[in-house]
C-alpha cells in the first residue's frame, strides 16, 4: 500500500495529526539546529550560557513528559495539543524578539513545555483513534516525521541567509498555523471521569515493573537516534573531508523512510510477532554502528563515506522495524483511561536514560578528529543489549500484559 492511499484510508482526525507531525518537525528543525550556532556568532554568548539556554529547553521538555500525558487523559488529548503548539509558536517567536538572557530562558522553557505537551498527547490521540491500525498509523507518523526533520534543515538554511530572527518567525508561524488547523478540524474525544488523583495515576505507572523495563530496555532506541545528529555527522564529513557528505546521510535516511515504512511495517504485521520485530530492528541499529570500523582506504570520497552510509541506513532500517510497534504496545500496558500517563511515563523514563546514554558516547568522543573505536563499540552495545533486553521480554511473556488498573492504586 502507497503513503498516500494508507493515508486516505484512515479518518480526519489521523490524517491531520499526522500531517500536523510533519509541521511540527518542519518548525523545530527549521530553528533549534541554528540556535546554538546564532547565541555564539551573532549574539556573543559563552558557551556556559548557551549550554544553560539549551539545558533549560530539554530538561522542560524531558521533566514534563509526564505532565503533558496525565494532561490528555484528564483534559482530552485535543486541548493539550492546541495548547502545546499554541506555546512553541509563542516561544519560538520569543528567539525572535529578544537576545536577552531573560527572554531567552522564557522562549527555551515554553518551547520545551510545548513539546512535553503535545508529544504524549498527539500519541494518546492517535493511539486511541487509530484501534487496530496503530502500528500502521504511528509507521505513517514515522514517515511524515522524517520528512519533516529533512526539509525543516533546508528551510531554515535559505531563510538564515536574511536573518535568524526572519527563521525563527517562520517556524512561529508553521506552529501558529497548526494551532489553527487543529483548533478548526481536530474533534474531541470523549474523556473518562476518574476518581483517582494525578499521583495515584503516577503510581500506578511507576509501579508497573513490565512496563518500566520495557521503558529502560527501548532507551537505546532512543540514544542511537540520537547518533544520527551526532557521531554519524562527525563521521562522514571526517572521511570525505566534504561538509556534504552530512546532507548525504539526512537525505538517504529520509528517502528509505519513505519508500520502505510502510511496507515493511505491513509485512512484519503480517508475519512476524510485535516482540521479535522490536528485537530484531534494535539488533539492526546496534549492529549498524560496527560498519564504521571498517576503514576503505580509497581515493574517491564517495567510497570512503560508504561505511558509515550503510551505518545510517542500517540505523533508519532498524527504527522503521522497531517504532511503529514499540508505540503500538504502550497502550497495551496502560488501558484507556492511562494512555496519555503512559505515554508520558515512557518518554520521560527512556528519554532521561537515553540522554544519559548521548553524553557518554559525547564523551567518548571528545576532541578526537572523527570518531574513535570505542564509541563506535559503544554505540553498537547499546543497540544490542537493547535487543536482548527486548527479547527477554518478549520469553518471558511480558509484551503482552493485562491493562493497568484504571482505580485507585
Not at 246 to 267: H, M, N
Not at 298 to 306: D, I, K, N, S
Amino acid at each position: 500500500m502507497s503513503t498516500w492511499a494508507s493515508l486516505r484510508g484512515f479518518p480526519l482526525p489521523i490524517r491531520l495529526l499526522v500531517v500536523n507531525q510533519l509541521g511540527v518537525n518542519v518548525g523545530f528543525y527549521l530553528l533549534l539546529p541554528y540556535l546554538a550556532g546564532y547565541l555564539a556568532d551573532d549574539v556573543g554568548m559563552s558557551a556556559a550560557v548557551i549550554g544553560i539556554v539549551l539545558g533549560v529547553r530539554n530538561l522542560s521538555q524531558q521533566g514534563l513528559f509526564l505532565l503533558g500525558g496525565s494532561a490528555a487523559d484528564r483534559l482530552g488529548a485535543r486541548g493539550v495539543i492546541i495548547t502545546g503548539c499554541a506555546l512553541r509558536a509563542v516561544g519560538f517567536g520569543l528567539f525572535a524578539l529578544s537576545a536577552s538572557v531573560p527572554l531567552l530562558l522564557a522562549a527555551s522553557i515554553l518551547s520545551g513545555l510545548a513539546g512535553a505537551l503535545f508529544n504524549p498527547a498527539v500519541r494518546t490521540y492517535v493511539a486511541q483513534a487509530a484501534a487496530d491500525r496503530r502500528a500502521e498509523a504511528f509507521a505513517l507518523f514515522n514517515v511524515f516525521a522524517s520528512a519533516g526533520a529533512l526539509l525543516g534543515p533546508l528551510l531554515g538554511a535559505a531563510l538564515l541567509l536574511v536573518d535568524f530572527r526572519v527563521a525563527a518567525l517562520a517556524a512561529a508561524a508553521v506552529f501558529a498555523a497548526l494551532t489553527g488547523a487543529q483548533a478548526i478540524w481536530l474533534p474531541a474525544q470523549p474523556v473518562t471521569a476518574s476518581e483517582a488523583t494525578v499521583w495515584q495515576d503516577w503510581r500506578t505507572g511507576i509501579a508497573d515493573r513490565r512496563f518500566l523495563a520495557f521503558s529502560v530496555a527501548l532507551a537505546g532506541m532512543f540514544a542511537l537516534q540520537t547518533q544520527l545528529y551526532l557521531i554519524l555527522p562527525v563521521q562522514a564529513e571526517h572521511v570525505t573531508g566534504q561538509p556534504v557528505a552530512v546532507a548525504v546521510l539526512f537525505v538517504v535516511s529520509t528517502v528509505v523512510t519513505l519508500t520502505l515504512q510502510l511496507p515493511l511495517t505491513g509485512w512484519l504485521q503480517r508475519r512476524v510477532s510485535r516482540g521479535t520485530s522490536i528485537t530484531v530492528g534494535m539488533a539492526v541499529m546496534g549492529a549498524g554502528f560496527l560498519l564504521p570500523l571498517l576503514r576503505v582506504e580509497a581515493v574517491a570520497p564517495v567510497l570512503r563515506l560508504l561505511p558509515v552510509l550503510a551505518a545510517a541506513v542500517l540505523l533508519t532500517l532498524g527504527v522503521m522495524i522497531t517504532q511503529p510497534f514499540v508505540l503500538e504496545l504502550i497502550p497495551t500496558f496502560a488501558g484507556h483511561r492511562l494512555t496519555g500517563t503512559y505515554f508520558g511515563l515512557f518518554y520521560l523514563v527512556s528519554g532521561m536514560l537515553a540522554a544519559g546514554c548521548t553524553a557518554a558516547v559525547g564523551a567518548a568522543v571528545g576532541t578526537s578528529a572523527g570518531v574513535p573505536t570505542t564509541a563506535w563499540l559503544l554505540t553498537a552495545g547499546v543497540g544490542l543489549a537493547s535487543a536482548g533486553a527486548v527479547w527477554r521480554l518478549h520469553r518471558g511473556g511480558l509484551l503482552n500484559p493485562a491493562p493497568a488498573s484504571a482505580g485507585v492504586s
